[in-house]
């Protein structure tokens, strides 16, 4: 019965090298060392890939009908080897998963069909690629870095068609009186990329929206953080230091203290708000990071 019923010779191995009587010694942060690795909890230093796909894995279980009829419409969501899984036969990564949620908050408060769209900093295009997947836009202009826009524009050739791919003016940011000459825009979006800019830069920014467009949409974090578990500060403290200084909201707080970060997005609704005329439409938890916000502002002085 011992024989049948003991350790084989994988657990063996961990008993006499991982779990014994040294290394349950004390109780002292066991549940973040080898003992622990082993008998509950993937290491997060060498199992980041599998902590990303169980995430995406979750939240594309918990996609909405009408979040899985948008992701449908997105052809070419594999170009560039995104890390996948697969749920309801579907190919599903974090990028498009974040930006069918962000369109659902953003289509259930206004309807961008016919709209001319300004979205400051796209990256490679996801959101653009999104919105155009799925709602008749007249125009989407893209406001960069010269360097992105040499992706973006390459990757949305790849993944929209031609008539898509035609709604798009591609702007580099020293080019901004482009985007200051035209009529005015029914929309303008952010996600992630404000919080990176120098306080000037994103006040002009928002005098550029006060005065150009009617709605804003804005998803970016509530804060900063010092919480070294999260990444080991990698990229050096250096690298950090930079990190703390741009953006409006430069408090370090405990991002994953969820009445903390609700505090703190008072502070970013205010931020946000382009000027005196305009109305915070609606906030709330921007999934699946713990510290991001999203909001909607009306533009109640522009011209209907």
Same mark, same amino acid.
């Given at each position: ?5 003991? &350790?084989? &010779? ?13 290394? =349950? ?12 690795? #082993? ?8 199992? $980041? ?25 997105? #052809? %070419? ?6 890390? @996948? ?48 997947? %799925?709602? /008749? *836009? ?13 992706? @973006? ?9 031609? +008539?898509?791919?035609?709604?798009? #003016?591609?702007?580099?940011? +020293? ?38 467009? #009617? ?20 990229? $050096?403290?250096? &690298? ?6 741009? $953006?409006?909201?430069?408090? *370090? *707080? ?5 009445? =903390?970060?609700? &505090? ?11 000027? $005196? ?12 990071? @713990? ?7 009306? %533009?109640?002085?522009? /011209?209907?």
């Amino acid at each position: 019965m011992t024989k049948v019923h003991g &350790a084989n &010779a994988l657990w063996a191995h961990i008993g006499e090298s991982q779990i014994n009587e040294e290394t =349950t010694s004390s109780l002292d942060n066991f549940k973040t060392s080898e003992v622990n690795y #082993r008998i509950a909890l993937f290491d997060v230093a060498t199992n $980041g890939g599998r902590y990303l796909k169980t995430l995406v894995y979750n939240l594309a279980s918990d996609l909405t009908p009408e979040n899985w009829t948008r992701l449908h419409k997105i #052809r %070419n969501r594999q170009v560039g080897g995104p890390i @996948s899984v697969t749920y309801n036969g579907e190919k599903v990564d974090l990028d498009y998963l974040r930006a069918v949620t962000d369109l659902q908050f953003l289509a259930d408060r206004v309807n961008p069909d016919g709209f001319r769209i300004l979205e400051i900093g796209a990256g490679y295009g996801r959101t653009c690629h999104t919105i155009l997947s %799925n709602h /008749d *836009i007249a125009e989407y202009w893209i406001l960069d870095l010269a360097t992105t826009l040499e992706l @973006s524009r390459k990757y949305l050739k790849e993944v929209l068609d031609e +008539d898509q791919y035609a709604r798009i #003016r591609f702007v580099p940011v +020293d080019e901004i009186d482009k985007v200051n000459g035209v009529r005015g825009f029914d929309l303008c979006i952010n996600i992630d990329s404000l919080a990176e800019m120098d306080v000037d830069t994103v006040k002009a920014y928002l005098t550029l929206i006060d005065a150009q467009c #009617r709605y804003f949409y804005v998803n970016n974090p509530v804060g900063k953080y010092m919480d070294k578990t999260l990444d080991g500060h990698s990229r $050096g403290e250096d &690298a950090i230091s930079l990190a703390l200084s741009p $953006g409006l909201l430069t408090d *370090i *707080i405990d991002i994953h203290d969820n009445c =903390t970060v609700e &505090a703190q997005a008072r502070k970013f609704i205010s931020a946000y708000r382009p000027g $005196g005329q305009w109305k915070c439409v609606a906030d709330s938890w921007a999934r699946p990071y @713990s510290h991001y916000w999203q909001a909607l502002y009306r %533009n109640d002085g522009a /011209d209907s």
